[in-house]
């Protein structure tokens, strides 16, 4: 596959150009955080510890660690031992004029390192410092380990996902980092800003759990059981705000997704499956009747649905203006014209030179979708250049980190 047709080649396509990142992260939030920037035009050096390097490299299929080649393109990888006082003064180096440091250790561990916050204001108070944890630096909880599945479990979100008579369900991909990774990147770049403009910066900290990103996103649910004194249940693919909104299935075995809670839609839905009396219906004609009428509304539209395929039934959400789409699979995506026309999906090749299709930058500015300048770095293949061109920064009196500390 080609990589993705520019319409223009404006500069303002990579907007970060001149921020230097640091990332000390291990798998998925701050590799998120850190690439969305790199997509910008950040330049993130990631710094890996000696021979493992970042733990998501060890997250293979096939001998390739495909999520490295996704969420570590775009970045500089440079191998340094953290343990010791040589690997500590070149990482101070690196941070003496960096713009943004990321790391998501256990709270604490940056100041066991010796890289507290007056020490740090003191190397480079323009300095903004996102340090990610499963539960935030303060609390009950800070010092508790933080894995995403716990975050997706105790935020609420397994509870509401799911069926009602089936155990909760947990995401299966890294949800609550992800979602950290995403806010974290837009706080980093608020927090940056804000650094410009104050006549005399001094060192910003984020405090940024994997917790309560992911809590704010899953709606008005504190408010909704302050007024109700009830949890929603969980509803399978049904919404709990409005109906009907479900995947129905095709009479070729296929899924089709159907939400049609506004009333013109619904109209032309009725009408089109041959009950123009529905909105007429006494169990359909409100919002709160289709609620608690769901199961019989699902059954008339399911009715239908069983006689169609699932090209027919596209063509007939189509001609109607229905807001209705196939369930898809990542083999379907690859061919499908969508993608193809915008342009979705790119080569990388992988260091062992095989090529590999990855997720192209999601947005556009200006008519123009960042490209990838480079591949996922193999481990420490940048020390020579960030190494060398980077005075080491001493401090004294620092001591060796033990394997524990760090």
């Given at each position: 596959?080609?990589?993705?047709?520019?319409?223009?080649q404006?500069?303002?396509v990579?907007p970060?150009?001149r921020v230097?990142?640091?990332?000390?992260s291990?798998l998925?939030?701050?590799?998120m955080?850190t690439?969305?920037?790199?997509d910008?035009?950040?330049t993130v050096?990631?710094v890996?510890?000696p021979?493992?390097?970042?733990?998501l490299?060890?997250?293979?299929r096939?001998g390739m660690?495909?999520y490295?080649?996704?969420?570590?393109?775009?970045k500089?990888?440079?191998?340094?031992?953290l343990?010791?006082?040589?690997?500590?003064?070149?990482?101070r180096g690196?941070?003496?004029?960096a713009?943004?440091?990321?790391?998501?250790f256990?709270?604490?561990?940056?100041?066991?390192m010796?890289?507290?916050?007056?020490?740090?204001n003191a190397?480079?108070p323009k300095l903004?410092v996102?340090?990610?944890?499963?539960?935030?630096?303060?609390?009950?909880?800070?010092?508790?380990g933080?894995?995403?599945s716990?975050?997706e479990a105790?935020s609420?979100?397994?509870a509401?996902?799911?069926?009602?008579?089936?155990?909760?369900?947990?995401?299966?991909?890294?949800m609550?980092?992800s979602?950290?990774?995403?806010?974290g990147?837009?706080?980093a770049?608020?927090?940056?800003h804000?650094q410009r403009?104050?006549e005399q910066p001094t060192?910003?900290?984020?405090?940024?759990?994997?917790?309560?990103?992911?809590?704010?996103?899953?709606?008005?649910?504190?408010?909704?059981y302050?007024?109700t004194?009830?949890?929603t249940?969980?509803s399978?693919?049904?919404?709990?705000?409005?109906?009907p909104r479900n995947?129905?299935r095709?009479?070729?075995?296929k899924?089709?997704?159907?939400s049609?809670?506004?009333e013109?839609?619904?109209?032309r839905?009725?009408?089109?499956?041959?009950y123009?009396?529905?909105?007429?219906d006494?169990r359909?004609?409100?919002h709160?009747?289709?609620?608690?009428n769901i199961?019989a509304?699902?059954a008339?539209?399911?009715g239908?649905l069983t006689?169609l395929?699932?090209?027919?039934a596209?063509?007939f959400?189509?001609?109607?203006?229905?807001t209705a789409?196939?369930?898809?699979?990542?083999?379907?995506?690859l061919?499908?014209?969508?993608?193809?026309e915008?342009?979705?999906?790119v080569?990388?090749?992988?260091?062992?030179?095989?090529k590999?299709?990855v997720?192209?930058?999601?947005?556009r500015?200006n008519?123009?979708?960042?490209t990838?300048?480079?591949g996922a770095p193999?481990?420490?293949?940048?020390?020579?250049r960030?190494?060398?061109?980077?005075?080491?920064?001493?401090?004294?009196?620092?001591?060796?980190m033990?394997?524990e500390?760090?």
């Amino acid at each position: 596959m080609e990589q993705p047709h520019l319409e223009s080649q404006d500069e303002s396509v990579k907007p970060l150009d001149r921020v230097k990142v640091i990332d000390l992260s291990r798998l998925v939030s701050g590799n998120m955080l850190t690439h969305v920037l790199a997509d910008l035009g950040a330049t993130v050096i990631k710094v890996e510890p000696p021979r493992k390097g970042d733990e998501l490299r060890a997250w293979q299929r096939d001998g390739m660690s495909t999520y490295w080649l996704a969420y570590s393109r775009n970045k500089h990888s440079v191998e340094l031992n953290l343990r010791t006082p040589e690997g500590m003064d070149a990482l101070r180096g690196l941070l003496s004029d960096a713009d943004i440091l990321v790391e998501n250790f256990r709270p604490g561990t940056l100041e066991r390192m010796g890289l507290d916050k007056n020490m740090l204001n003191a190397l480079n108070p323009k300095l903004v410092v996102v340090r990610i944890s499963g539960w935030g630096q303060t609390g009950c909880f800070a010092n508790k380990g933080g894995f995403g599945s716990l975050i997706e479990a105790m935020s609420g979100f397994a509870a509401m996902n799911g069926f009602a008579d089936l155990p909760p369900v947990l995401p299966p991909f890294a949800m609550a980092d992800s979602v950290a990774g995403i806010y974290g990147a837009a706080l980093a770049l608020a927090a940056m800003h804000g650094q410009r403009n104050r006549e005399q910066p001094t060192i910003q900290e984020i405090d940024l759990s994997l917790f309560e990103p992911l809590f704010s996103i899953l709606g008005p649910q504190a408010a909704e059981y302050q007024l109700t004194g009830k949890t929603t249940p969980r509803s399978g693919s049904r919404s709990p705000t409005h109906a009907p909104r479900n995947v129905y299935r095709t009479k070729d075995e296929k899924w089709v997704a159907l939400s049609a809670g506004m009333e013109g839609t619904l109209a032309r839905l009725f009408d089109g499956i041959g009950y123009p009396q529905g909105l007429t219906d006494p169990r359909f004609a409100t919002h709160e009747a289709r609620l608690k009428n769901i199961d019989a509304l699902d059954a008339l539209i399911q009715g239908h649905l069983t006689k169609l395929s699932l090209a027919e039934a596209l063509d007939f959400f189509a001609v109607r203006d229905i807001t209705a789409g196939p369930v898809c699979d990542i083999a379907d995506l690859l061919t499908h014209p969508y993608i193809l026309e915008r342009n979705l999906l790119v080569e990388q090749q992988a260091p062992d030179g095989r090529k590999v299709l990855v997720h192209a930058a999601p947005y556009r500015i200006n008519g123009s979708r960042p490209t990838i300048a480079r591949g996922a770095p193999t481990l420490g293949q940048d020390n020579e250049r960030w190494l060398a061109a980077t005075p080491a920064t001493p401090t004294p009196g620092q001591t060796q980190m033990t394997t524990e500390q760090i």
